[in-house]
T-cell receptor, first 113, second 111 residues
Framework: GAGVSQSPSNKVTEKGKDVELRCDPI?????LYWYRQRLGQGLEFLIY????????KSGLPSDRFSAERTGESVSTLTIQRTQQEDSAVYLC???????????FGSGTRLTVV | GQQLNQSPQSMFIQEGEDVSMNCTSS?????WLWYKQDPGEGPVLLIA?????ELTSNGRLTAQFGITRKDSFLNISASIPSDVGIYFC???????????FGTGTRLTIIP
């Protein structure tokens, strides 16, 4: 598509439930990032995919967080046993190449109640 | 790890005024990016800088990649109401692979 698409745009879940967030990058973009943005805060790096290389998971805050990406297509971010501190906007970005300008999606606003 | 200090944290200006904000890093970057974020939206790329010393303009926006590769500034001339939002700098270093973001500058235009 023309831009990075994320779904759902909003998600309200009960504490302890699992959630899955989806990101459709721009076609042909090899690099894909997930970021988390808490209310009024900056962007916190979570995970990075580059082509078929092993992902950089160094930003994942706990083992409840995981992400997958098949080739250069869709990525899913899964949060297991959600906690209230997981409430945030989860942003996905993709890029044509390493170090080039990244295009962000509009994010998924996750609220854990 | 790499850290970006962005200043000022907030700005209150009148329409028509010029704006300047900057980012400094404790280590070098290969790429500097400037983003603007509106409420409820993802950041939108304004300007990308790929070479030390590079000065790039995009309409009323001008940004520079510092010679030391540790800093960058963004200027907005003749501000208008739609400039309101949060501006983020971001740096990329080959080998680190992470896009590191500054803490943001919130721009407010006073009527």
């Amino acid at each position: 598509g023309a831009g990075v698409s994320q779904s759902p745009s909003n998600k309200v879940t009960e504490k302890g439930k699992d959630v899955e967030l989806r990101c459709d990058p721009i076609s042909g973009h090899t690099a894909l990032y997930w970021y988390r943005q808490r209310l009024g805060q900056g962007l916190e790096f979570l995970i990075y995919f580059q082509g078929n290389s092993a992902p950089d998971k160094s930003g994942l805050p706990s083992d409840r967080f995981s992400a997958e990406r098949t080739g250069e297509s869709v990525s899913t971010l899964t949060i297991q046993r959600t906690q209230q501190e997981d409430s945030a906007v989860y942003l996905c970005a993709s890029s044509l190449a390493r170090g080039r300008g990244y295009t962000f999606g509009s994010g998924t606003r996750l609220t854990v109640v | 790890g790499q850290q970006l200090n962005q200043s000022p944290q907030s700005m209150f200006i009148q329409e028509g005024e010029d704006v300047s904000m900057n980012c400094t890093s404790s280590s070098i970057f290969n790429t500097w990016l400037w983003y603007k974020q509106d409420p409820g939206e993802g950041p939108v790329l304004l300007i990308a800088l790929y070479k030390a010393g590079e000065l790039t303009s995009n309409g009323r926006l001008t940004a520079q990649f510092g010679i030391t590769r540790k800093d960058s500034f963004l200027n907005i001339s003749a501000s208008i109401p739609s400039d309101v939002g949060i501006y983020f700098c971001a740096g990329y270093y080959f080998g680190n692979e992470k896009l590191t973001f500054g803490t943001g500058t919130r721009l407010t235009i006073i009527p």
